[in-house]
Structures are given as structure tokens and as C-alpha cells.
């Protein structure tokens, strides 16, 4: 699986929108971004995934630029309880593949 | 979205006893389940695989005989870690995948210390 990098930490304020970055320059054609989220002392929560169109659910929208290389998890309207580690992972979207994690992103959110 | 139950969500055991931890997929299938330990302020270091019905396969480094899983159904996988001590307190993840779906669940953790 291709290797991602992510800022080590960012601040974001309350109701203001968090846009956190990854870099996967070495993405392959049929990776796909993944993005997981860890709030202390819990198991990791998925958030979305994409493949080369940009995506959008409850929680979150993710922007993939045209060549796939980076991408960017929009939350736009961030809450204290977004404070938490982001993991922005790429793989292979078949049954059995495994996740590895990077270090993932520290986001906190500021009142 | 699909939910995966971890039990317990913490256990303190003695030294040189054994622990069991349970991974159960509650509304759908897993023929593969992961499991992953994290130390604190650290990621998840992935452990191993676990495949219903055969051996898991585990990552470099990991013990197969330290940590024993066994996937018998395609809702339940344990992790036992044998012979505990001090140095295995962590933090244990498991994680399964929806047959239908292409996005892992995670469970809730167990937070193992051993004194």
C-alpha cells in the first residue's frame, strides 16, 4: 500500500471548518483514500473513503486532486468532540486487505 | 454502520496468567478480522490477521505463541495472550470488515494491564 504523510497537528476553532491534508504521491489506480479518526481510549472510527471523485456524508467531505496524489477531509463545522487523531490511509479496497496506520494527524479543536 | 464488540473493554491480570479477548462482528459476517495493539501517544501497530476456519497470519515480530487467535465462526475471534506480563499491557483493537462493504469497523479496545 502506498505510503501517506499528514501534518503531525493541527488547531482548529469551534464552528470553524477543519480541513486536514494527506499526501499519497505514490498512489496506485485502484487505491483508494481512506480516512479514520481515533478520539482517546476508543477504537478508530471510519469516516470516508474515495476513490478519484470528491465525496461528502454526514460527517465529513473529502477532496481528492485530479491526479490522486493528495487529498484533503473537509469537517465543516468542527465541535469539540472532533478533537481527536485523523488517519488518512490508502489501500487496495479488497476483502482481507489489511489497514496500516501512519501517525496520523492531531486535531484540536479550541473553544 | 456495521458494529464490531470488543468484551472486555478492561482487564488487570497477574502476571504469568492468561488473558482471552473477544472480537464479535454483531449484525454481519467476517471471514477476516485484524487485530492491532497500540502503546500510548502511539499509532495502531497491526498484530495479525485472523481468517475464519484457518491460521491467522501474523506480522513480523509478533509471537504466534504469545498471542493465540482463534476465528471460529464468522462473528467471533479471540486473541489470548498467554503468559502475560507487564510489557503486554496495551491497548488491543480488533477490527472486522462487512462482507458487502469495503470499509473496516473497528471495536471499542481493550485496555490490558498486567501487574
Known amino acids: 500500500d502506498a505510503k501517506t504523510t499528514q501534518p503531525t497537528s493541527m488547531d482548529c476553532a469551534e464552528g470553524r471548518a477543519a480541513n486536514l491534508p494527506c499526501n499519497h504521491s505514490?498512489?496506485?489506480?485502484?487505491?483508494?483514500v481512506y480516512w479514520y479518526r481515533q478520539i482517546h481510549s476508543q477504537g478508530p472510527q471510519y469516516i470516508i473513503h474515495g476513490l478519484k471523485n470528491n465525496e461528502t456524508n454526514e460527517m465529513a467531505s473529502l477532496i481528492i486532486t485530479e491526479d490522486r496524489k493528495s487529498s484533503t477531509l473537509i469537517l465543516p463545522h468542527a465541535t469539540l468532540r472532533d478533537t481527536a487523531v485523523y488517519y488518512c490511509i490508502v489501500r487496495v479496497a479488497e476483502y482481507g486487505n489489511k489497514l496500516v496506520f501512519g501517525a496520523g494527524t492531531i486535531l484540536r479543536v479550541k473553544s | 454502520g456495521a458494529v464490531v464488540s470488543q468484551h472486555p473493554s478492561r482487564v488487570i491480570c497477574k502476571s504469568g496468567t492468561s488473558v482471552k479477548i473477544e472480537c464479535r462482528s454483531l449484525?454481519?459476517?467476517?471471514?477476516?478480522m485484524f487485530w492491532y495493539r497500540q502503546f500510548p501517544k502511539k499509532s495502531l501497530m497491526l498484530m495479525a490477521t485472523s481468517n475464519e476456519g484457518s491460521k491467522a497470519t501474523y506480522e513480523q515480530g509478533v509471537e504466534k505463541d504469545k498471542f493465540l487467535i482463534n476465528h471460529a465462526s464468522l462473528t467471533l475471534s479471540t486473541l489470548t495472550v498467554t503468559s502475560a506480563h507487564p510489557e503486554d499491557s496495551s491497548f488491543y483493537i480488533c477490527?472486522?470488515?462487512?462482507?458487502?462493504?469495503?470499509?473496516?469497523?473497528f471495536g471499542q479496545g481493550t485496555r490490558l494491564t498486567v501487574v
Open positions: 505514490t498512489i496506485s489506480g485502484n487505491e483508494y
Open positions: 449484525d454481519f459476517q467476517a471471514t477476516t
Open positions: 477490527s472486522a470488515r462487512d462482507l458487502q462493504g469495503t470499509e473496516a469497523f
